[in-house]
């Protein structure tokens, strides 16, 4: 069993029906209607900075990972999203995954909270219609679906039922099967893993060969193996429009110096 078939199995079997005990959809559902507007995701990774160019940053914040373990044992989600929106990124991604990437939804919440104006997008395993209230409820402007792990049906379900609660939705997939069941929901946002979920390896030709397949007026995300300005340049050169970066900034000795080393001196 992968990786990722573990993550699903655990998130259905154990942690669904835990949250769904602690608090019923109903509920949840009222407080996701409840909730402010959402940011508007998309235009903030399209709109540049005076001076900069394409690919804008999606910073993500990020405790852990299972082929890695600890990545920023000092690890504190609002210093790291005070350092990234000093930094220039367009957006922020908050890893909420608890048993495999020791993150949680209070970390999303936290930052929520200190930087209402700050693009939040919360990165997780998202499988049912709760997962999606939940994430709107916490004050995300966008969550991931991942292709791979969605049949059609389901993944047009959270599609449509993310998109009436007013976030966007980054569609994840891994190679050209994946990409063209993402385009058939007509989706405004996708992005690319260079990282091969059942096998961990990472190939940055991933997203430059699937960039070529995807139309332009679709927002393309790089996401994974994105370590040096060599790597943006490449990602700028094919048009891809913004990148997502956890790993390499987290692990970073002084992460104001490594943002600037990515996409240049263009603080907000």
């Known amino acids: 069993m992968s990786i990722l078939d573990q993550i699903i199995a655990y998130k259905r079997d154990v942690e669904l029906p835990t949250r769904r005990a ?43 990972s299972p082929s890695k373990g600890l990545l920023c044992p000092q690890f504190d989600p609002l210093r790291l999203a005070e350092a990234y929106q000093a930094g220039g990124a367009a957006a922020v991604s908050v890893l909420t995954d608890v048993h495999f990437f020791q993150g949680g939804l209070d970390d999303l919440r936290s930052v929520r909270q ?39 049906d389901v993944l047009n379900e959270l599609l449509a039922l993310t998109c009436a609660l007013g976030m ?74 913004a990148m997502l970066i956890g790993e390499a900034l987290v692990t970073a000795p002084d992460i104001d110096i490594k943002m600037k080393e990515l996409i240049g001196d263009h603080a907000c």
């Open 22 to 64: 602690e608090l019923p959809l109903v509920e949840m559902r009222a407080r996701a209607l409840a909730a402010p507007p959402a940011l508007d995701f998309i235009s903030a990774l399209r709109s540049a900075l005076p001076g900069a160019h394409p690919p804008r940053l999606i910073a993500e914040i990020k405790r852990a």
């Open 168 to 241: 966007a939705a980054l569609i994840e997939v891994h190679d050209e099967v994946e990409l063209q069941r993402a385009l058939a929901c007509s989706p405004r946002l996708v992005g690319v893993n260079n990282r091969n979920l059942r096998t961990f390896q990472v190939d940055l030709s991933t997203c430059l060969s699937l960039r070529a397949l995807t139309p332009r007026e679709v927002c393309f995300v790089a996401e994974s193996g994105i370590h040096t300005r060599a790597d943006v340049q490449r990602l700028a050169s094919a048009g891809i429009d």
């Open 114 to 152: 200190r930087f209402p104006r700050l693009p939040l997008l919360r990165k997780d395993f998202i499988l049912d219609p709760y997962q999606v209230y939940e994430t709107r409820a916490a004050g995300a402007d966008a969550l991931l679906l991942i292709a791979a792990a969605l049949q059609d």
